[in-house]
């Protein structure tokens, strides 16, 4: 049971390149969220999705554009990075849709540099 | 909106010694509260969760959390530190959102050192 999946594991991109962070859970979880980490400021919802075919803005949603493909995918996507977009990503997904008790099943995290 | 403090963003204690880590959340209704464990270049995993069975929740390696309404804490602790508990530790909140999915809130995180 592989969980949360994350690709690229590591990726260089110069200012104005554009890129698709990946993610998929086996888990059969309806909930997936993008976060990002950075040093002091701990983790930062950028988008959620409650079910397929819906998709929320986080708290830092400008910049980046999601795409909840099916139950399983979620993707993030950087059209025109900026080096305030160095990071590490974290997609995580949870079993439920509507409960507070949600509990977050993480990815290892893409850690992305904006030269 | 939400949201967790973290008092103290490095806590450094003995092994052996009690841990002690601050959250207080902000929130107009009864939320869900987490405490997630993160090891250096994993992801996070689960430590424990409260929600409202009980005010005092014991999680996995000896970690409890005690629910305090009065002074909106949820204040992570273990009696005796060992040198594998070394890691960065989150406090989360969640809130219902519009959409009908939970919208988790991080604190800013605390790292724990174990001195020898």
Redesign the interface.
């Known amino acids: 049971n592989a969980g949360?999946t994350q690709t690229p594991k590591f990726q260089v991109l110069k200012t104005g390149q554009s890129m698709t962070l990946q993610c998929a859970q086996d888990m059969n979880h309806n909930?997936m969220?993008w976060?990002r980490q950075d040093p002091?400021?701990?983790?930062?919802?950028i988008y959620?999705?409650?079910?397929e075919g819906?998709t929320?803005k986080?708290?830092v949603p400008n910049g980046y554009n999601v795409s909840r493909l099916n139950k399983r995918e979620f993707s993030l996507r950087l059209e025109s990075a900026a080096p305030s977009q160095t990071s590490v990503y974290?997609c995580?997904s949870?079993e439920?849709?509507?409960?507070?008790?949600?509990?977050?099943t993480?990815?290892?995290?893409s850690r992305l540099t904006v030269l | 909106a939400q949201s967790v403090t973290?008092l103290g963003?490095h806590v450094s204690v003995s092994e052996g010694a009690l841990v002690l880590l601050r959250c207080n959340y902000s929130s107009s209704v009864p939320?869900?509260l987490?405490w997630?464990v993160q090891y250096p270049n994993?992801?996070?995993?689960?430590l424990l969760?409260y929600?409202s069975a009980a005010t005092l929740v014991k999680g996995i390696n000896g970690f409890e959390a005690e629910f305090k309404k009065s002074e909106t804490s949820f204040h992570l602790t273990k009696p005796s530190a060992h040198m594998s508990d070394a890691a960065e530790y989150?406090c989360a909140v969640?809130?219902?959102?519009?959409?009908?999915?939970?919208?988790?809130?991080?604190?800013?995180?605390t790292r724990l050192s174990i001195r020898p």
């Open positions: 949360v909930s969220y976060y002091g400021m701990g983790l930062r919802l959620y999705s409650a079910s819906t929320d986080g708290e974290f995580a949870s439920a849709t509507v409960s507070g008790a949600n509990v977050l993480f990815g290892a995290g | 973290q963003s939320p869900y987490f997630y994993q992801g996070l995993q689960l969760k929600t989150f969640s809130e219902i959102a519009a959409s009908s999915a939970s919208k988790i809130i991080f604190g800013s995180g």
